[in-house]
């Protein structure tokens, strides 16, 4: 697929997203959710020489999306900062992406998609009960059950459509970056962050309190492992087109380059 007809279909979907997602009355309360260009990058890509129409393709996308915005709204529920009028409508706007997503898929009747996100819901949400309830003293198994959370929805739809695992873990793997430089940024403005606070909890339990410069330090080791992990992926990856390895360059280099 040319990299202009790429950008396109890309730029086509964000637009119907944001067309199906708008609802006058909870956008006068609440904030319009904010698209997730990356992963409908990636998702597209990854339908790149499939047999499904135009059209299909979009709407597939379009629907695992709106999942996703689903289990965002909802998670962001609990954030302390707004009103309890905010959060309901928040619990609200999240039923109703969840909703135009199984209705979507309805319409195509495409029953294993809708089995296939159901599916990656549910295993992204025991995940985040094993963050909550965490215990356990081991980094990486905490980092595990962050990165399901970041891409079980993305890593579902690549299963389903059959997508070589080597690009699923890839995929993983750069969403798992984002997040990491997500919360890098947040600790260095000062944010309040679930999953800080739990790394912190498990070096607590660990017997080791850390500063403020440890704790940078410990994400941006994290950051650089990350990156270097999609380096060596990218190599093995030759096929992918030049705008997604701009766009991984372009993100590692800011989130590495911002803190």
Same mark, same amino acid.
């Not at 396109?8 to 708008?22: A, E, F, G, H, W």
């Given at each position: ?11 086509? +979907?964000?637009? $119907?997203?944001?067309?199906?997602? #708008?609802?006058?009355?909870?956008? =006068?309360? &609440? @904030?319009?959710?904010? !698209? ?95 963050? +909550?309830?965490? $215990?356990?003293?081991?980094?990486? #198994?905490?980092?595990?059950?962050? =990165?399901? &959370? @970041?891409?079980?929805? !993305? ?105």
């Amino acid at each position: 697929m040319a990299v202009c007809n790429f950008e396109q279909q890309v730029d086509s +979907i964000r637009r $119907k997203l944001q067309q199906i997602c #708008s609802h006058q009355f909870l956008y =006068k309360h &609440i @904030e319009p959710p904010e !698209l997730d260009v990356d992963q409908i990058h990636l998702m597209a890509y990854s339908l790149r020489d499939s047999n499904l129409s135009s059209e299909e393709r979009e709407v597939y996308i379009i629907a695992t999306m709106l999942a996703n915005l689903a289990l965002e709204t909802h998670e962001n529920v609990s954030n302390r900062n707004i009103s309890m009028k905010a959060r309901q409508l928040k619990v609200l706007a999240g039923d109703y992406y969840s909703g135009l997503y199984y209705n979507l898929l309805s319409e195509y009747r495409n029953i294993e998609l809708i089995k296939s996100i159901a599916s990656a819901i549910k295993t992204i949400n025991e995940h985040k009960i094993n963050l +909550i309830q965490f $215990k356990g003293e081991n980094l990486n #198994s905490y980092l595990q059950s962050v =990165k399901k &959370i @970041e891409s079980g929805l !993305l890593e579902q739809f690549c299963h389903h459509f059959q997508i070589p695992i080597k690009y699923i873990e890839f995929f993983s793997e750069f969403l798992f970056l984002k997040r990491v430089g997500k919360e890098l940024k947040w600790l260095v403005n000062g944010k309040f962050s679930f999953f800080l606070d739990g790394i912190k909890n498990i070096h607590i339990r660990n017997s080791k309190e850390l500063s403020l410069e440890e704790e940078k330090k410990m994400l941006t080791d994290i950051l650089n492992e990350s990156r270097d992990k999609l380096d060596c992926m990218m190599k093995d990856l030759n096929v992918l087109p030049s705008i997604v390895h701009l766009r991984i360059n372009e993100l590692s280099d800011t989130l590495n380059g911002g803190c």
